[in-house]
């Protein structure tokens, strides 16, 4: 028996896991995570050149740390952006767990420059062309750990709760959890071996991260844990020269930006920006292959990448977001042999595929060269192709060359977070002893919110008597 089980090694259970052991709760604390260490988990593609879709799990998605260590690892400093949190705690309280969280992060090895300082003057001017263009900027200071830093933060994280006293079981996939009349019990987990095993607990953490996002939604079906469909995130990322991002990355190293182009006045957004990065794949549970962005400390490439994602918030009686998203990853994933599309901007407009001899001729280079030339369009839907391409328009007015003819969009990139359990402010589910956090709960979207809700999570659990 478990004072609290965490399923889930991502920033949520991680820094519900610290913060336990730093209040001295005298709480048992057991952390389960279908993946493998930190000092374990290394993608194959570096050597192959192609994604081999390792088995049983992605190392790039499940681990230590969840996607996170793997990511380009960017911890949002404000509480406007990274989620909805505020909304369920306030935002006061929301900011001063994000301030603390960075605390952590610093004391475990995190760079102590914050982008996006320094500059007013030029931010004003920047702000000033998103005003003109009908997009809003939005401040947020930045901490970039680096993708390859990032892993070295969470490897110190991972040893301290280690030396803690947490058990931590790896290769460790949770089947399903234990409900008996409203209550939480614990989870039914199957081991490396095969064994299945039932894992007894008086609290049950569920952060899944967004890969298990879908995971949670069966669970709140079966076990009718209260939920609400929320929004999914469907887009592309886009890739240009560092030449025509040059201004922006320098002032504000990511510039989050967000419009409603007309026609349909959806909610579009800039996300994860990555000056001199590197465009990469992630591959869900299914076989899914979905489109991300790295960021490393040293490593730097000739090109910029972010995410451009637009808002589907869809209406009764259709209540399966993330079966819908899925399904429009599965075509693209289709059209492109099982790898991610990559397609020139011109190529859109011009209403043609792209062919790889373009590519080949092109000024920016793809830095996912096994992406496959072809057509998006003929795989993401109508609506939000418009809402995209309408959007990227915008941008160029601020960013002069954003909508160039080479520019290459490659997709899907989703975002798995649409499925919202709905609890109150001591984030206790409709479920009694069960709680959801980080993004799988639908109440954050990265790597900082998640954590700030951890350590919220845990001062909750350590002051129960």
């Known amino acids: 028996m478990t004072d609290v089980l965490i399923i889930g090694a991502g920033p949520a259970g991680i820094f519900t896991a610290l913060e336990l052991v730093k209040l001295g ?20 593609k570096a050597v192959t050149g192609r994604c081999v879709h390792c088995q049983p799990n992605c190392h790039i998605t499940t681990g230590f740390s969840g996607a996170g260590a793997f990511s380009d ?31 952590v ?12 300082l ?29 993708t390859e830093k990032a892993q070295e933060v969470y490897l110190r994280i991972e040893r301290a709760l280690l030396e803690a006293g947490v058990q931590i079981d790896f290769a460790c996939d949770c089947q399903d959890l234990l409900v008996e009349n409203g209550r939480c019990l614990g989870a039914r987990v199957r081991r490396k071996d095969g064994v299945v095993e039932e894992l007894r607990a008086g609290r049950t953490v569920v952060s899944v991260g967004r890969r298990g996002a879908d995971w949670l939604e069966d669970q709140c079906r079966k076990h009718g844990i209260r939920r609400e469909a929320g929004v999914v995130d469907i887009g592309v990322r886009v890739e240009v020269r560092n030449e025509v991002m040059e201004r922006v990355n320098n002032v504000l190293y990511e510039s989050k930006l967000i419009g409603y182009p007309k026609p349909f006045e959806n909610k579009v957004r800039t996300f994860c920006q990555n000056p001199g990065g590197y465009v990469s794949q992630e591959n869900y549970d299914g076989g899914l292959a979905v489109v991300n962005g790295h960021s490393y400390k040293e490593k730097k490439s000739d090109n910029t990448n972010l995410a451009i994602l637009c808002s589907h918030h869809f209406r009764d009686p259709f209540d399966d977001p993330i079966a819908f998203a899925k399904k429009v990853g599965q075509l693209t994933n289709l059209l492109g ?21 373009e590519l080949q001729r092109s000024n920016v280079t793809p830095t996912l060269p096994d992406a496959v030339a072809g057509d998006i369009g003929s795989a993401l839907p109508y609506r939000t192709m418009v809402n995209i391409l309408n959007f990227i328009q915008a941008v160029d007015e601020i960013v002069p060359g954003f909508a160039g ?15 919202r359990v709905l609890m109150d402010e001591g984030l206790n589910s ?12 639908g109440w954050t979207r990265g790597l900082m919110m998640a954590s700030a809700m951890g350590v919220h999570m845990a001062r909750r659990l350590a002051g129960e008597k």
Do not use: M
């Not at 509480?79 to 900011?95: F, N, S, Y």
């Not at 042999?337 to 001899?357: A, E, F, M, N």
């Not at 409709?430 to 709960?441: F, I, K, R």
């Open 25 to 44: 709760a005298g709480k048992s604390v057991r952390l389960v995570e279908k993946g493998l260490p930190v000092e374990k988990r290394a993608c194959p």
């Open 73 to 103: 690892g960017k911890l949002s400093l404000s509480r406007e952006v990274g989620g909805d949190l505020p909304e369920l705690i306030g935002g006061e309280e929301t900011q001063r767990l994000i301030d603390y969280a960075d605390q």
């Open 105 to 116: 992060y610093l004391r475990f090895g995190a760079d102590r420059h914050v982008e996006g």
């Open 118 to 146: 320094g500059n007013p003057e030029a931010v004003k001017e920047i702000r000033r062309r998103a005003i003109v263009s009908g997009l809003k900027l939005v401040d947020c200071p930045i901490r970039h750990l680096g």
């Open 337 to 357: 042999d099982g790898r991610i599309l990559v397609q020139r901007y011109g190529d859109i407009l011009s209403g043609k595929r792209t062919w790889p001899h």
């Open 405 to 419: 003819e080479e520019t290459l969009l490659y997709a899907p990139e989703i975002k798995f977070y649409s499925n």
């Open 430 to 441: 409709s479920v009694e002893g069960l709680h959801c956090l980080g993004d799988s709960s």
